[in-house]
């Protein structure tokens, strides 16, 4: 099946920095990628919405501002947590709508902010 | 929000079929549903979808009800690899995007 790889796959920062993760299509173009973020023992939970050529769409209650999410290619989107803080750690997943309109997900970021 | 409930938790023996029910009576007419699985600390990955027909492929079974409220998930065999958290989805038909419930966490005992 189709693969959608994240870079990287664990992070450690302080709080107050940056974090971007990259989320690539590595064998097929999707115009769509989506976000989610995962805490312990919990589901999935979607993000946003990522278009290629134009804005997210956020989900209600997430911070676009705090979320930034950039589609720039049809194979690359990113997700940048601003000003990271202890309660932003968590697993962030993305995924990627393939030709057949199936749903493929990446491996998954976990994000640890000291 | 997600449109399916699941039993948070089963066990299966090894070798014996895993059944996985998912409730979702508010099903809409042309909404699929979507079967994926989560191993822990890793992406979710595609297992099975359908719409109104049962499907099978080399993973599993999916049987819908005639009404579409409810579906099975059946792993045939279930080994030691099939421990998981299995997730239930409704794809609604106004987008890709997809809400998760809580899933069922399954465990194959040997």
């Known amino acids: 099946g189709a693969v959608v790889s994240q870079h990287p796959s664990r992070v450690i920062c302080k709080s107050g920095t940056s974090v971007k993760i990259e989320c690539r299509s590595l064998d097929f173009q999707a115009t769509t990628m989506f976000w989610y973020r995962q805490f312990p023992k919990k589901s999935l939970m979607l993000m946003a919405t990522?278009?290629?050529?134009?804005?997210?769409?956020?989900e209600q209650g997430v911070e676009k501002d705090k979320f930034l999410i950039n589609h720039a290619s049809l194979t690359l989107s990113t997700l940048t947590v601003t000003s990271a803080h202890p309660e932003d750690s968590s697993f962030y997943i993305c995924s990627a709508i393939g030709a057949g309109n199936e749903q493929f997900f990446g491996p998954g970021t976990r994000l640890t902010v000291l | 929000d997600a449109k399916t409930t699941q039993p948070p938790s089963m066990d299966c023996a090894e070798g014996r079929a895993a059944n996985l029910p998912c409730n979702h009576s508010t099903i809409s007419g042309n909404e699929y549903v979507y079967w994926y699985r989560q191993i822990h600390s890793q992406g979710p990955q595609y297992i099975i979808h359908?719409?109104?027909n049962n499907e099978t492929n080399e993973m599993a079974s999916l049987i819908i009800t005639e009404d579409r409220k409810s579906s099975t998930l059946i792993l045939p065999h279930a080994t030691l690899r099939d421990t998981a958290v299995y997730y239930c989805?409704?794809?609604?038909?106004?987008?890709?995007?997809?809400?998760f419930g809580t899933g069922t966490s399954l465990t194959v005992i040997p």
């Open positions: 359908g719409l109104k």
């Open positions: 990522s278009n290629e050529g134009s804005k997210a769409t956020y």
């Open positions: 989805i409704v794809k609604q038909n106004t987008g890709n995007q997809f809400y």
